[in-house]
């Protein structure tokens, strides 16, 4: 299956005894998914977070070797699905599918709200590019000159150039 078959993500002892999830978070998803007369014991989410560690270092190993066998370098959601598919969780693919569709429209939203306020912070200068990148440039030689002279608020010279 993979090379992480014996990791065990409570304390089996190695290298990845320092990886968890925020505790915090953890328990507001519980919460969330729990009736409000229902607690949950410590021990039991950390157990939960034991096996979600476990979960994603499962499907990322077989995402992975999904990745190789592409001959690509960078894990795309289509080799999670090709690994969630391997692994038997079939049962989870309408979910992560609705949650990508998701994603991608929030990225492309704060895509365009970037955009958005950087031409609005250049069309609030009152400027154009050419006249802010000259303005830069006279920042940048003024600063230098400070510094090379040792002027005020300038930093020491940290040896020969």
Not at 77 to 86: F, G, I, N, R, Y
Not at 112 to 140: I, N, V, Y
Request: contains cysteine.
């Amino acid at each position: 299956m993979s090379d992480n078959e014996g990791f065990s993500g409570g304390g089996g002892g190695g290298l990845d005894d320092d990886l968890s999830l925020p505790k915090a978070t953890v328990e507001k998803l519980i919460k969330e998914m729990l009736p409000p007369d229902v607690a949950c014991a410590r021990e039991t989410r950390d157990l939960l977070i034991d096996c979600c560690v476990e979960f994603i270092h499962l499907v990322s190993s077989e995402a992975n070797e999904v990745c190789d066998k592409d001959s690509k370098k960078t894990i795309s959601p289509e080799h999670v699905v090709s690994a969630l598919k391997t692994l038997g969780f079939e049962s989870y693919l309408p979910e992560m599918e609705e949650v990508l569709k998701d994603h991608k429209a929030q990225a492309k939203v704060k895509s365009a709200w970037d955009k958005e306020r950087k031409g609005s912070r250049l069309a609030a200068s009152g400027l154009t590019e050419e006249e802010l990148l000259a303005q830069q440039e006279k920042l940048f030689a003024a600063s230098k000159a400070r510094m090379e002279a040792g002027g005020a608020g300038a930093p020491p010279p940290t040896g020969p150039e």
